[in-house]
């Protein structure tokens, strides 16, 4: 009785069930950093509205035993039917070129996901992007996101100041740690490059909090943790 008023399951593409596989049940406390995998993550977005803006632009890179893989790294642009409506430049930048590579959010989605697998997702205010992804998500297959991640701008706030103050916005920004971490930008304020820039900066702490003894996950988890 009343099947149409039922709301409608999307239907589970076998990219996910795969994705769920192999991340089902791994413990990652005792794992060396050293030989974990994690993915520095960027998007380009409309605004910062999680509901109401679009994800148009994601980039990511792998790091592996502590290195950047820059041959494993990713950039998407996304095609929307509908006209994007932005004052920010560079998005209408984007927008302009996404006519000609851009692909269908279903498609991102897909390659987000495989891309990222198991591994765990590295970004600054990473949660936004999370978020982001995770809209999407829900809208096409009613899933979340399962990979842990790590909020570079939390490390900062722990390793910087010894009583955990936290830092004022302005000086936490992508650009100004990576001046301070002697890092060069290279496409600022695209999603690749903000990407590789992330990995970058994710290293250098990394190897700040290696000589402090931090070796591994668990250990780096509890440092951020207040």
Known sequence: MFLFLRKHKPDIPDFWH????????????????????????????????????????????????????????????????????????????????????GISEYDAIRQIIQFISNSILVGYHIQFDYQMINQI????????LLNPYINIIDLINRIEDP?????????????????????????????????FATAQLFLKIINKLNRRGIKTWGELKQKVRY
């Open 137 to 144: 998500l829900k809208k096409l297959i009613g899933h979340k």
């Open 18 to 101: 795969q994705y769920q596989k192999i991340n089902h049940g791994s413990v990652l406390s005792k794992m060396p950093l050293n030989k974990l995998v994690f993915t520095a993550i960027d998007i380009e977005s409309t605004g910062l509205n999680i509901k109401k803006d679009k994800l148009i632009a994601f980039a990511g890179i792998k790091i592996q035993e502590l290195t950047i893989l820059v041959a494993e790294s990713i950039e998407l642009i996304i095609n929307y039917d509908t006209p994007i409506q932005d004052n920010a430049v560079h998005i209408h930048e984007i927008v302009e070129h996404e006519k000609q590579s």
């Open 163 to 195: 009583v955990h103050k936290i830092y004022p916005a302005s000086q936490i920004g992508l650009q100004q740690q990576c001046e301070k971490y002697g890092i060069i930008l290279e496409d600022q304020h695209t999603a690749a490059g903000d990407a």
